[in-house]
């Protein structure tokens, strides 16, 4: 890493007030009005400056998609994922389109350890709602963390998108020869049995965090 000037510093000290006071990162404008920039061009440009060397990580389809890497926030490193809305673990809900799925643009987003997610890209989060992977200590209300795949092997977890009902569900995947069972983490429930085509895996599971009460 380079030697920053005064007001890449300025910016980077800024950037990790703001994140340590609101849990969340600052826009641009943000950072042009607490650190008196001229004007939002050049702090994108300090900004890029900061990302090329190391510093950050910018997502810039995400308005607050400024991400502090390992030794610039003092608390480790940090991956910011979008909570795309809510997938069910039961019988499945209607969810947006399967378009706006691969989009990671998201209103809300979430500050997670990098170990959560160890690098992985195109990461994103849906809340559960259901009870059908409980035996997988998968709870009603839990974060799941999905990394955007469109195939998984046999007995693993992933959002499937049946295409002809326009739904979706949180369930394990098997595919045999002429069907596709979804099971259920719960003795309680049957799985579900679909033809091939009417499936498209979204997205495979690779961590759950859990909703304490």
């Known amino acids: 890493?380079?030697?920053?000037?005064?007001?890449?510093?300025r910016m980077l000290d800024f950037i990790r007030r703001f994140l340590a006071d609101h849990s969340y990162?600052?826009?641009i404008r943000d950072i042009v009005a607490g650190c008196k920039?001229?004007?939002?061009?050049v702090a994108d440009y300090n900004l890029e400056i900061l990302a090329r060397e190391?510093?950050?990580?910018?997502h810039h389809e995400i308005s607050r998609g400024i991400e502090l890497l390992a030794g610039s926030s003092g608390k480790g490193y940090k991956a910011l994922v979008p909570i795309i809305g809510l997938i069910a673990a039961g019988e499945p809900i209607p969810v947006p389109s399967s378009e706006s799925w691969n989009s990671i643009a998201s209103a809300e987003t979430m500050e997670i350890p990098?170990?959560?997610?160890?690098g992985k890209k195109d990461v994103y989060a849906l809340k559960v709602k259901g009870l059908s992977m409980i035996d997988a200590l998968i709870?009603?209300?839990?974060?799941?963390?999905?990394?955007?795949?469109?195939?998984?092997e046999n007995g693993e977890m992933a959002a499937v998108w049946l295409k002809n009902e326009k739904t979706a569900t949180l369930k394990k995947v098997y595919t045999g020869a002429d069907r596709v069972r979804l099971q259920p983490a719960n003795s309680q429930m049957a799985p579900i049995y679909v033809e091939p085509e009417n499936v498209e895996i979204q997205g495979r599971v690779i961590a759950v965090i859990r909703q304490l009460t």
């Open 1 to 9: 890493m380079k030697t920053l000037s005064a007001r890449q510093k």
């Open 25 to 27: 990162p600052p826009t």
């Open 37 to 41: 920039i001229s004007s939002t061009s």
């Open 54 to 58: 190391g510093y950050i990580r910018r």
């Open 114 to 118: 990098q170990d959560l997610i160890k």
């Open 139 to 152: 709870d009603d209300g839990d974060l799941v963390l999905l990394q955007n795949a469109s195939t998984v």
